[in-house]
């Protein structure tokens, strides 16, 4: 006869399928997700002890209805083999399926599959179990069909489980799995038949239904209370009894970065370090939205988004303070519920550290005026936005008589007090120093068509006595401008006959305002002749070096030697360096003469009795003309000095023209051996990028910032996060310009390397080895 079943009965059966399924996947899960390998055979033995249990009271189920119209009993031993065929093929699965997140579609179905099996398998096994008068008959075609329907669907519920969202896939994977079920017991139903046999006689001992349903229970509630204290004995106690929980705990208070775990974006834990940057106790934090403490304008969609790269974002502390953090996230599965988990790195420091790093390659620190790189940029964006530009060359007059009378702190408090005052003469122009006590102002629009009321005005404000260091120092100043579009179309141009204008008003008796005209061009003239002469210095042996000692902070010992070149024309005398070197390299004579101040550097360090360093400056220009490096290399071999004891001083202008051949040029410099030192930091550009990009051996912070320590709070911090950049970057730093043994210990202090000027010793045309100053520890005590 056909078995008979209770379609209501029938359609319960997935109830305990869908309850198992979700127990076993979540155990599973947790297994897949596990390191170490005690804690995998753990989760995956917890898995298949309870799916195990969860299929065996199927079973109990379908055969209770399966075999009650007969009276049938049921045989304990083919239950436990049942149960035990299901426990293996589960863990078998659990096996195979790894971290979904990891998966390959080919594991998650085969695992699948299995989990199908370990169904199908045990249900058919337990068909053996049924005691009664007469026999069990399967029809083999719908065995197999419900057989492939089991396997299906669980094969089909990982599937979906490995490509859906995690907020859909396991509900829909529950369900597809819960429909295979179903589809499994109605087609075994009407594949097995029961057959009444007479030689057959009915069992006289065996469980019945009510008996068999009943000890599955039973082995159920067992299953669950084993999972439980599995489940929490592993989340709290590791290897030798210590807590887990409080080991995790202290690991994750001693990490620096701030660690917050969100379920639904809504506080569960954090450590010390996220509590810190919030400025609350854990305890108050726990439960809050972690939108609370986003300043962002849409903080759950930021939160929600994949933050696997690191994302800049403002917290907000209970304070009112914003700390900038770098935050990543990372999506985690603790007992079947999803968590995120938030890794905040504090960054404030390190961007207020980079705003005063920009901030100094775009100011003066003496002054707190826009510097030459801001000038250079201000005027081109003037220029390029078209109509009338003013442009004004203003220089102080007597400052090198204050400086040679009054000191150059004095000198320092002239040229602030010539700032404020441009700056209050001209309040609708941008103004700039250059360097030195020359200042450049743009003026646009009504300012360019009123140049000269401006100029004059500028003039005037300059002329008024100041008190400085207790006198009263009369200084002045002269200015010259030029006005675009009509006395130059370009900024080279418009900044040359700016220039002859100022010449013609200090050559009128300074304390003047002139504007460019036609014939101040004599200026002009009088660089070109410049130039000629310099084309023929060499050949008159006109031009011989001068060094500048160089020795460690610390000990005072003479570490090297920076060649200066010097120039006596034999009718102008001797002739500045900021003079002529500016006007070689307008017309490129200087590569010739740099080639000459290398070549005359390494023959006199090949001789010097100890082998130390010397460092020659390059000019942007020799990059540009031949080819540099193979210059080098020639001089080395010429005069047998060892590469490892040259150093090549650049600036910055090195890098501006093309950043790809330059670089190529540092690199090869660098397998040459020769050292590579980025000389005047921080009075130019000085981005940040030029640090990561090139490979400089040594950063060397201009005399300007130095000479401000004793009255320039700025200066200080400036020298201080230089010094802080080139520790972090493993860059040696040479301070340029230390007149001071105050400024030796501030530098001593802050682990600066070398330093260099009149403390150590001045331009010399010999060389001296010995140590100009005391002790080293008279100067640290």
């Not at 890098?655 to 000389?679: C, E, P, S, Y």
């Not at 009255?711 to 040479?734: D, M, N, Y």
């Not at 001071?740 to 331009?763: H, K, S």
Request: aromatic share 8%; proline share 4%; glycine share 8%.
């Amino acid at each position: 006869m056909a078995a008979s079943f209770d379609l209501g009965l029938l359609a319960a059966l997935g109830v305990p399928s869908l309850i198992g399924a979700f127990f076993w996947a979540g155990f599973a899960r947790a297994g897949a997700q596990a390191e170490r390998l005690p804690t995998r055979a753990l989760w995956i033995g917890l898995a298949s002890f309870v799916g195990a249990a969860f299929i065996t009271l199927v079973d109990a189920l379908f055969l209770r209805a399966l075999g009650a119209p007969v009276a049938a009993l049921y045989d304990l031993r083919v239950m436990a083999l049942a149960f035990l065929a299901a426990v293996a093929l589960l863990a078998v699965s659990s096996a195979i399926v790894p971290d979904r997140r990891k998966a390959d579609l080919f594991s998650m179905v085969l695992g699948g599959v299995v989990v199908g099996f370990a169904f199908a398998a045990s249900h058919y096994v337990a068909l053996f179990a049924m005691r009664w008068g007469g026999r069990v008959v399967i029809d083999d075609a719908l065995l197999i069909a419900a057989i492939s329907a089991v396997a299906a669907g669980a094969g089909l519920a990982f599937a979906i489980v490995r490509y859906r969202a995690r907020s859909k896939a396991l509900p829909i994977g529950l369900g597809v799995f819960t429909l295979g079920g179903v589809a499994f017991h109605l087609l075994l139903v009407n594949a097995v038949s029961l057959s009444r046999d007479p030689r057959i006689q009915p069992p006289l001992d065996g469980l019945s239904g009510d008996e068999l349903l009943l000890l599955a229970l039973g082995l159920l509630a067992i299953s669950l209370i084993f999972a439980l204290v599995g489940v929490l004995a592993e989340a709290r106690y590791g290897a030798g009894g210590v807590s887990r929980q409080a080991r995790l705990e202290t690991f994750a208070d001693l990490s620096a970065e701030g660690i917050v775990i969100c379920e639904d974006l809504r506080i569960v834990d954090v450590n010390v370090a996220a509590a810190r940057m919030i400025g609350l106790d854990p305890s108050t934090i726990r439960g809050r939205a972690f939108r609370d403490f986003v300043d962002a304008p849409n903080p759950d969609r930021l939160l929600s988004a994949s933050l696997a790269k690191p994302q800049e974002i403002a917290i907000r502390s209970m304070g009112g303070t914003l700390s900038t953090v770098e935050v990543s996230s990372r999506d985690l599965m603790v007992f079947a519920r999803p968590r995120r988990v938030f890794n905040l790195r504090d960054v404030s420091e390190q961007k207020r550290t980079e705003s005063r790093i920009r901030h100094l390659a775009y100011h003066d620190p003496l002054t707190g005026l826009a510097n030459r790189a801001a000038f250079n940029e201000a005027l081109a964006n003037a220029l390029r936005r078209g109509g009338e530009v003013a442009l004004f060359c203003v220089d102080l007059d007597k400052f090198k008589e204050i400086n040679d009378v009054f000191g150059h702190s004095a000198g320092d408090e002239v040229l602030r007090i010539a700032a404020q005052r441009i700056t209050a003469a001209a309040p609708g122009v941008m103004v700039f120093r250059l360097g030195g006590d020359e200042f450049v102002a743009i003026g646009t629009g009504p300012d360019a068509g009123d140049a000269d009321k401006l100029a004059r005005r500028i003039v005037e404000r300059l002329n008024t006595d100041a008190m400085v260091a207790g006198k009263l120092v009369s200084c002045g100043g002269s200015v010259g401008y030029a006005i675009f579009p009509h006395h130059g179309a370009t900024t080279d141009a418009l900044f040359a006959n700016a220039d002859a204008a100022l010449y013609r008003a200090k050559a009128d008796g300074r304390g003047l305002a002139r504007g460019f005209e036609p014939g101040m061009d004599l200026a002009l003239r009088e660089r070109w002749a410049m130039q000629q002469d310099l084309a023929t210095a060499i050949s008159r042996n006109e031009m011989f070096l001068h060094w500048m000692p160089q020795a460690n902070t610390e000990t005072g010992e003479i570490v090297g030697f920076e060649a200066l070149l010097r120039w006596k024309h034999p009718e102008r005398g001797v002739v500045s360096p900021a003079q002529f070197i500016p006007a070689a390299e307008q017309n490129a004579s200087i590569v010739p003469i740099g080639e000459w101040v290398l070549r005359a550097a390494c023959r006199e360090a090949a001789r010097w009795p100890k082998a130390c360093k010397v460092a020659v400056n390059l000019s942007p220009v020799q990059f540009q003309h031949g080819d540099i490096v193979a210059l080098v290399h020639e001089i080395l071999l010429e005069t047998g000095l060892s590469p490892s004891r040259l150093e090549v001083e650049i600036t910055e202008g090195v890098l501006l023209d093309d950043h790809a051949a330059a670089l190529n040029t540092l690199r090869r410099f660098k397998a040459l051996g020769v050292q590579i030192a980025l000389d005047d930091f921080g009075t130019g550009y000085s981005s940040l990028s030029y640090l990561q990009s090139f490979p400089f051996d040594r950063l060397k912070i201009d005399a300007s910032f130095i000479k401000a320590l004793a009255t320039s709070p700025q200066a200080q911090a400036i020298v201080r996060s230089v010094l802080a950049l080139g520790e972090s970057l493993s860059l040696p730093i040479t301070a340029e310009g230390v007149e001071t043994q105050e400024q030796r210990a501030f530098l001593a202090e802050l682990r600066c390397e070398e330093i260099q000027g009149y403390l150590v010793g001045r331009p010399s045309p010999l060389v001296s080895f010995q140590s100009p100053f005391e002790k080293p520890q008279r100067l640290l005590a």
